[in-house]
């Protein structure tokens, strides 16, 4: 019979292929579990990214200058919107969009006042 050759080969096939198989998934899960690796590198870059100061502010409608108590109340104007109600199921993504954009720019007026706090704080150079 004809079988028997061609079975051979294609058992022979089937091994070299399932140990290069084998071999890619060991490496790539050593790879994962050490937290090496581009995927890894992708991930703590995600991890880290932040909404930016320009996003915020467009999220919360907060142009030019404002202050920490506009932002508070756009903060929660627009969360108490998005909130789940007997009406609306609400958005969990929109809320989050909301909280980031308060965040950051809370962080960045608290930074404002700290830096122009250390201004006016700071003595004029004695001559």
């Known amino acids: ?67 920490a108590a506009q932002v508070e109340d756009k903060f929660q104007t627009l969360h108490k919107l998005n909130a789940p109600s007997e009406e609306s199921p609400g958005s969990p993504y929109l809320q989050a969009r909301i909280y980031a954009a308060h965040k950051v720019l809370s962080e960045h007026l608290g930074s404002q006042t700290s830096s122009t706090n250390t201004d006016k704080s700071a003595k004029p150079p004695e001559e």
């Open 1 to 67: 019979m004809a079988f028997g050759p061609f079975v051979r080969i294609m058992a022979q096939i089937t091994m070299v292929a399932g140990g290069a198989i084998g071999r890619a998934v060991l490496e790539a899960y050593k790879e994962a579990a050490a937290g090496r690796g581009p995927a890894a590198a992708a991930a703590k870059q995600m991890s880290r990214r932040r909404m930016s100061l320009d996003e915020a502010k467009k999220v919360l409608d907060a142009e030019g200058s404002f202050s």
